[in-house]
């Protein structure tokens, strides 16, 4: 039981770590390379399309409610313990909600110690006229919509497996016309 436990958490803190240290080290280059509101964008024709901007966030992802920081810190530690209380419980077949909540661990954790150490968020990917985000911000969204897409999948697998093999209101099968 306890070396499950460990895998299964080993699983989880290696893609969160992977987030994590990615998501520091690029909100490090940024802030270490470019003053805040500065940009930059390798060829002029990406220019409308995307570039590098240093953006400091004090608000939630994409920078929604700007002047919200204490409480996105508390909620950063309460989703972060919901997952590491919830993850174990989840089969080890359903991998692709594994990584989600691995995906959306790793965010939270980044966007955390950012809050923490640095007191704001360091934003810096600007696409279009979408609002400015990290590579933590990425992560937790792409986690929830691949949490989202794998439920979905489970339902319907689910699903048919009850149409396939029926079971009865007191819990026993169904064996009407299968020979025994």
């Avoid at 006229?129 to 992560?139: I, P, Q, T």
Wanted: aromatic letters at 12%.
């Amino acid at each position: 039981m306890k070396r499950s436990l460990l895998r299964d958490y080993g699983f989880l803190i290696g893609i969160a770590g992977v987030i994590v240290a990615l998501d520091q080290w690029t909100k490090y280059l940024v802030r270490t390379n470019l003053a805040v509101g500065e940009s930059w964008v390798p060829f002029d024709w990406l220019r409308p399309y995307a570039r590098i901007v240093h953006w400091n966030n004090t608000g939630a992802a994409f920078g929604i409610f700007p002047s919200g920081g204490a409480i996105f810190t508390v909620i950063a530690v309460l989703v972060i313990g919901a997952i590491l209380y919830y993850f174990p419980q989840i089969p080890r077949e359903q991998v692709a909600s594994r990584i989600a909540l691995g995906l959306q661990l790793g965010g939270a954790t980044g966007n955390l110690f950012s809050r923490l150490y640095q007191g704001t968020v360091t934003d810096f990917v600007s696409l279009g006229s979408f609002a400015v985000f990290n590579v933590a911000d990425s992560c937790i969204s792409v986690g929830a919509a691949l949490l989202v897409g794998a439920m979905w999948v489970e339902e319907r697998r689910s699903k048919k497996r009850d149409e396939a093999d029926p079971v009865e209101e007191n819990g026993s099968r169904n064996l009407e016309g299968h020979s025994g």
